[in-house]
């Protein structure tokens, strides 16, 4: 396929928050190599939802280093991934070359009007300013499109889960989204909406199988983790590795099971 006619290739100089611009940065190997993909399942209920296949466009808005975008070609739909920060951008390019991947934010989506026809999000819409980026993938999408939401979300009901996700929660007391800990939060910019309907919900489950090592990575992917100082982050992941060496439910074990609950989401365009 060629490149989108409409497509102008610029992140039309909207700011990312400096968190997200310096973690996700500095960590985007470590992103593409400890974070988890999606189960088959909650991908099928989003290809489904948003009509995705041949002869469809769609957009996967800050794609990462293209985590979702990848599960997406198989469908025959026209893939295109946009990602503003650089480092994530590089290792899209790389892990997922047969797509078009633009530097772009949600808030200024660097496409022209109704130019595709379903928009997916995945692990990145609490990083949005919300109206602006519901009216961006109302403007760019076409009548009837759709947009989907997903995280790989916490699943506490394993003991030393519940405490890496605690240090967590430590490190990332500041984080944007920590009010909006319930997700609760997802139905005020769909209430009322001028730009997109009622939202449709169905939670999956998920297991990342990782060796001790890949879950240090795992953490030192988390934004506000990895955008500390080199001390502070090495002695994250000596925490980690400490926690892991010593809790019984870890100690020894070559290989680990990371659980999810994934909250997945779609709405139609009005």
């Known amino acids: 396929m060629g490149r989108l ?3 102008e290739c610029q992140n039309a100089g909207v700011p990312i928050h400096e968190i997200a611009a310096a973690g996700f940065d500095a ?9 988890p993909s999606y189960p088959p399942d909650a991908v099928a209920w989003i290809v ?5 296949g041949p002869g469809r466009t769609v957009l996967d808005l800050a794609a990462g280093t293209g985590k979702l975008t990848r599960l997406l070609t198989p469908t025959g739909a026209r893939v295109v991934a946009a990602e503003p920060v650089d480092g994530m951008l590089r290792a899209l ?3 997922v070359p047969g797509v078009d991947a633009l530097a772009s934010t949600a808030e200024a989506l660097a496409l022209r009007d109704a130019t595709v026809d379903g928009v997916t999000v995945a692990q990145a819409f609490h990083w949005f300013e919300p109206e602006a980026a519901l009216a961006e993938m109302h403007r760019v999408l076409r009548p009837e499109g759709r947009v989907a939401l997903v995280w790989n979300g916490r699943d506490l009901s394993v003991r030393w889960i519940a405490t890496i996700w605690g240090i967590f929660d430590r490190e990332e007391a500041t984080a944007p989204w920590r009010k909006n800990r319930d997700r609760a939060w997802l139905d005020e910019p769909f209430t009322d909406s001028p730009w997109f309907g009622p939202l449709h919900k169905k939670t999956f489950r998920h297991v990342q199988r990782m060796k001790p090592a890949e879950v240090v990575d795992r953490v030192a992917s988390v934004s506000h983790i990895a955008a500390l100082p080199p001390e502070e982050h090495q002695r994250v ?6 926690l892991l060496a010593e809790h019984p439910e870890t100690r020894g074990r070559d290989t680990l099971e990371f659980p999810y609950l994934v909250d997945a989401y779609w709405s139609e365009r009005r």
């Open 93 to 95: 390019r790389t892990a």
């Open 237 to 242: 992941r000596d925490e980690i590795a400490a």
């Open 48 to 52: 489904d939802g948003l009509r995705i």
């Open 5 to 7: 006619s409409a497509v």
């Open 27 to 35: 960590q985007a190997e470590a992103y593409e190599r400890a974070r």
